[in-house]
């Protein structure tokens, strides 16, 4: 097992041809990112060609990293900023985002950034048995490698290593939450596979969050974009972890009756995962009055409808009218991973929802730019912008359409596989929840909400809306189209002559098929190209079946693909 540091900074991607700096994206939705080259060329811990003197570069190699910035110049850079008069950031991890984004460089290039790099996300010709190799190989070729990573056998071994990094937390240099166990054997993580969300061979064991002590000035009813009503506690102001924090949430009616918290309390508050604050206990005071006990609204504090219970949330059901709901899912249908509307953020989101432009989610395509025009922050230009935003984004896929609706459970991941599974939206309305399950990574629960969303009548109506001419869901890439490949498992060994193995991964993971770096029984094909190694050797012992380059381009021809 390896254990590493856990930072929860802004992770990057890297990709070298050649042994130079090509191109270099940010993680995004896990598939799509925003190119940020010419950003990541003004740190200088990045090398812009790689070192081949100890160890040969891949001819192309992505690598994947964590841009940070130390805590001292991020101090420094704050005192810079106030002494012009402007704003200071409010932590490291806020200004290494903002910095990677800037559309100038040369604002990026002011900012103090540095960079751990710890993956090797492809690599051509190139075969690893274990996550301590890819370290050492990344050092060799010149990249900034982390110096905190122990290789760990044992689990007194990790809980010492965990109790020594939280002892020296304040002494690193830079912010971290915890650290991340991992296993070392990148094989038997193949064989562990993921979960829709996390992979099964890796966990992040935090550290205690820091706490402060403050009081509660009020307690607030916050309408959710899924319908939930949060109690939220409004406090005076305390610095948690360098982080100012005037809000926390009280979770449900039920935490809220278990801590007893009220108006006018003194209480300890804290930030989970040292992002999330959260009331964590009320401080007792002998003498002091205390305010009448918070009760949950009746009713929705947005739009006035009945709150139901479900379990130990207070929920309005009025989804898509509701005005506080509305504007929360105009959000989110124009997010990055959904519709990605640009112009739409949450302020426009909420003016539109407040002077009555949209009422419901498809009076958003109807908008006009003269509409527009009428509200505050909005010019000619501006409006039409917008516009021709929304116009452009409504011609999407099937998987960013799904993630738009914010359907319960359902997120990018998900949605992609239910597009995948089922390739148009009136075959996803048509599935009950035994059909539903069928597609990888949903279970009982999620196909009870999925199918719950769809034959909701109110729900049923928007959709009908959106898809009368508002919404163009565009026909699936024939590379996406399901084929017999679908679910079976490619080990890749060796060189291509027609395609790098990045390429051939790709085309693989488009046809439903699974590459995995190790070969064993439950390996399908292996293809070897030239020079294969000892995959190929494993693979004869074995006796799976075995595929040459012509072979294995027969293979992605016959189902669609032509290489």
């Excluded at 061979?201 to 899924?226: H, M, N, Q």
């Excluded at 439903?512 to 190929?536: E, I, M, N, R, W």
């Amino acid at each position: 097992m390896k254990a590493k540091a856990q930072r929860g900074w802004r992770a990057v991607e890297l990709v070298y041809e050649g042994g130079l700096l090509t191109r270099a994206a940010t993680r995004g939705d896990g598939s799509r990112g925003e190119g940020i080259l010419a950003n990541v060329k003004t740190i200088a811990a990045v090398p812009l060609r790689l070192r081949a003197d100890e160890v040969a570069v891949p001819p192309f190699l992505s690598v994947r990293g964590e841009v940070i910035m130390q805590l001292e110049a991020f101090e420094q850079l704050n005192e810079r900023l106030m002494e012009a008069g402007r704003e200071p950031f409010a932590n490291p991890r806020n200004a290494a985002a903002g910095a990677l984004r800037q559309l100038d460089p040369r604002i990026t290039s002011s900012r103090p950034l540095d960079i751990f790099v710890y993956d090797i996300l492809a690599a051509d010709g190139l075969e690893l048995e274990t996550q301590w190799e890819v370290l050492e190989k990344l050092r060799r070729w010149g990249l900034r490698v982390n110096d905190l990573p122990r290789l760990l056998s044992s689990v007194e071994g990790l809980l010492e290593y965990h109790a020594d990094l939280l002892e020296r937390r304040d002494d690193i240099g830079y912010e971290i939450d915890g650290v991340v166990i991992k296993l070392n054997d990148l094989g038997m993580r193949q064989s562990l596979g993921s979960t829709a969300r996390h992979p099964r061979w890796a966990f992040a064991f935090k550290f205690p969050p820091r706490k402060e002590v403050t009081r509660v000035l009020k307690i607030l009813a916050s309408v959710g974009r899924t319908g939930v009503v949060t109690p939220v506690a409004m406090m005076r102001p305390v610095e948690i972890g360098g982080v100012t924090v005037s809000r926390a949430t009280l979770h449900n009616r039920q935490e809220v009756t278990r801590k007893d918290i009220r108006e006018g309390d003194r209480v300890r508050v804290q930030r989970a995962g040292d992002v999330i604050p959260q009331v964590v206990e009320r401080i007792e005071e002998p003498g002091r009055k205390r305010t009448p006990r918070f009760e949950m609204p009746a009713a929705c504090p947005s739009c006035g409808t009945p709150l139901i219970d479900r379990g130990p949330f207070s929920v309005c059901p009025n989804s898509f009218e509701c005005p506080a709901q509305l504007a929360g899912r105009l959000l989110h249908l124009g997010s990055r991973n959904a519709l990605d509307i640009e112009g739409l953020g949450d302020e426009t989101a909420r003016l539109l929802v407040d002077r009555g432009l949209v009422r419901q989610l498809p009076d958003l395509f109807d908008l006009k730019a003269e509409q527009l025009q009428e509200l505050e922050g909005f010019a000619e230009k501006s409006a039409a912008n917008l516009v021709d935003g929304i116009r452009s984004a409504s011609r999407t896929d099937l998987a960013r359409f799904l993630t738009g609706l914010g359907i319960p459970e359902v997120g990018v991941a998900v949605a992609r596989q239910l597009a995948r599974h089922f390739r148009s939206i009136e075959a996803l309305r048509e599935a009950d929840e035994e059909v539903l399950q069928e597609v990888d990574g949903v279970g009982p629960r999620m196909a009870e909400q999925i199918a719950g969303f769809f034959v909701e009548p109110h729900n049923e109506q928007v959709l009908d809306r959106l898809l009368e001419g508002r919404v163009e869901l565009l026909e699936p890439a024939d590379e996406e189209i399901s084929t017999d490949l679908e679910g079976l498992r490619f080990v890749l060994t060796g060189g291509l002559e027609r395609l790098s193995r990045g390429q051939a991964k790709h085309l693989l993971e488009s046809l439903g098929a699974k590459v995995t770096s190790t070969v064993s029984s439950q390996t399908d094909y292996v293809v070897a190209g030239t020079d294969p190694g000892s995959k190929l050797e494993k693979a004869e012992r074995l006796g799976l079946q075995i595929l040459d380059e012509a072979a294995f381009l027969e293979l992605l021809r016959a189902s669609g693909v032509t290489p």
